[in-house]
């Protein structure tokens, strides 16, 4: 049995366990955008099982990739009703999965490349 990953796939694992990890901090700290939350978790882990199994075309990756960026966008600027402003740590993790998604969204749909760089 022979598995590669091309760096498109690494992209995407990187990109769907930050979405995990932020969905659950978000979730832990019960910040009041917890269907957000909710959204961004499923998102994220039917974004890494799309690596593995097939999806229907409802659930595939682009499909995913998209739900996900929409849900990173809305949750930069919806602030949950903690005690104060978010850290300055949880913003950065959901930042850094809002720029690893939208490149991983432009490299998918083909609307960037990288000359010398083969991604598939």
Request: proline share 2%.
């Amino acid at each position: 049995m022979n598995i590669s990953f091309t760096l498109l796939d690494i992209l995407l694992v990187v990109t769907g366990a930050l979405a995990i990890v932020d969905a659950l901090a978000r979730l832990r700290a019960r910040r009041g955008v917890g269907v957000l939350a909710v959204v961004e978790l499923i998102a994220g882990v039917l974004l890494i099982l799309s690596l593995f199994i097939t999806l229907p075309h409802l659930l595939g990756k682009t499909v995913m990739e998209i739900v996900l960026e929409v849900v990173l966008v809305l949750l930069l600027f919806v602030r949950g009703s903690g005690r104060g402003t978010r850290s300055r740590s949880g913003i950065g993790i959901t930042v850094v999965a809002l720029i690893l998604n939208t490149l991983l969204l432009l490299l998918t749909l083909g609307w960037i490349s990288f000359p010398g760089l083969h991604l598939t």
